[in-house]
């Protein structure tokens, strides 16, 4: 999922739980009533927070999706909040592809992304930590991210209760992990 294949596309389309194909790409104005209905369904189960009609189509240019056959089945956003920060958010599948790898892959597609723009440092507020420490996300204290609560956080209903956890993830610790090393290097070590 590396790179750009296109206008809108992330990579390659990807083969989810053998036959299904799927199409990981930037969202288009034209998905956001799929975009709200998958969300919204989330936010009654106040899994995910609600996001307006008019709030989706302002930030739609945040969003990377799933689709197949033109059908929306997964989605989520990337929120800059500086030059150096970004918050993985609304991240969320249709109901009968949990577990099956696509909340991975969008949350691979917004990491590409944000390792594209030079980000330090992503971040997101979830109900289900264990899925990001999967990706390699680390718990940490939510005050770590004042931006996050000045912005969003005090105006939230569930502000004084709130039951999400804060996991970061450092971009640089990709670049290790695919550090490539010359031939020659492993030879002198020889």
Known sequence: MRGKDGPGRLGPSCSVEGNETLNIRKAELRDVP??????SRYAVEEILLPRSLTNLYEDVWEFTVAEEDGKLLGCGALKFYNQELAEIRSLCVDEQLKSKGV?????????????????KTVFALTVVPAFFEKLGFQMVPRERFPVKVYEDCLG???????????????????????????????????
């Open 34 to 39: 799929a975009l709200f209905k998958l969300i």
């Open 156 to 190: 939230c209903p569930k502000y004084s209760c709130c039951d999400e956890v804060a996991v970061s993830y450092e971009l640089a610790w990709r670049r290790t992990e695919e550090v490539e090393v010359p031939v020659e290097a492993i030879d002198a070590l020889s």
């Open 103 to 119: 909340g991975r892959m969008l949350t691979e597609a917004l990491l590409d992304e944000a390792e594209g723009y030079g980000l």
